[in-house]
Structures are given as C-alpha cells and as structure tokens.
Nanobody
Framework: QVQVVESGGGSVQAGGSLRLSCVVS????????MSWHRQAPGKEREFVSG???????IYADSVKGRFTFSQDFAKNTVYLQMNSLKPEDTAMYYC?????????????WGRGTLVTVSS
C-alpha cells in the first residue's frame, strides 16, 4: 500500500556533496511528516532531519549548517542536500513517512541509500 524509495547515495570524498531524494507512493493517506535518518555500521539508527510538529525543519546537531532538508508536497518527495561531507557521515540513509491505515498512524521506512565519504 505504501512505497518509500530513497535515491542519490554514492561515494564521495570529504568536503563533497550529495543530494538524496525520497519519494512516497501510497494508496492510503500519508502525511507531510517525513524525515531522514541514518545508520552507520555498528551503530543505532539516528535522526538526521525532518519537520517538527510546528512545521519548522529540525536537524541533528551533527549536520546543522551542512545539510538542508526540503520538501515538494506536490510530488510527495523530500530531499536532503548534504554539503561539506565528512567521513563520519558515512551511513545508510533512510527516509521515513508517517501514513495512516484506518486512522492508525504507522511509520513506513524505505530500504535506504548508502552514503560513503572517504578522507
């Protein structure tokens, strides 16, 4: 009923940039509450950026000033522009959408896109 598909990952050198995209296709209602998360090898998944309850964009401290979250409501797409990448940004990046099945909210995750930053 819902597909969340990330793209745009790749391998870059430190200081480089990448732009991730995430498209949501659904037969049920999915809200504008979408966010990016990442999981580095051997570590837990962590929040990167998304929309707060007041509609503002929030970022993890580790990416503030380097990453930019944006959203195209008409296309059900969110983006993550990542600049000044660091080796510690290496991770699988996941997109999450909040959808509603019979009125019940549920988190729907994509399969992720891999970002590798070399020093």
């Amino acid at each position: 009923q819902v597909q969340v598909v990330e793209s745009g990952g790749g391998s870059v050198q430190a200081g480089g940039s990448l732009r991730l995209s995430c498209v949501v296709s659904a037969l049920i209602y999915c809200s504008y509450d979408m966010s990016w998360h990442r999981q580095a090898p051997g570590k837990e998944r962590e929040f990167v950026s998304g929309t707060g309850s007041d509609g503002s964009t929030i970022y993890a401290d580790s990416v503030k000033g380097r990453f930019t979250f944006s959203q195209d409501f008409a296309k059900n797409t969110v983006y993550l522009q990542m600049n000044s990448l660091k080796p510690e940004d290496t991770a699988m990046y996941y997109c999450k959408s909040v959808c509603y099945n019979k009125g019940n909210p549920m988190d729907v995750w994509g399969r992720g896109t891999l970002v590798t930053v070399s020093s």
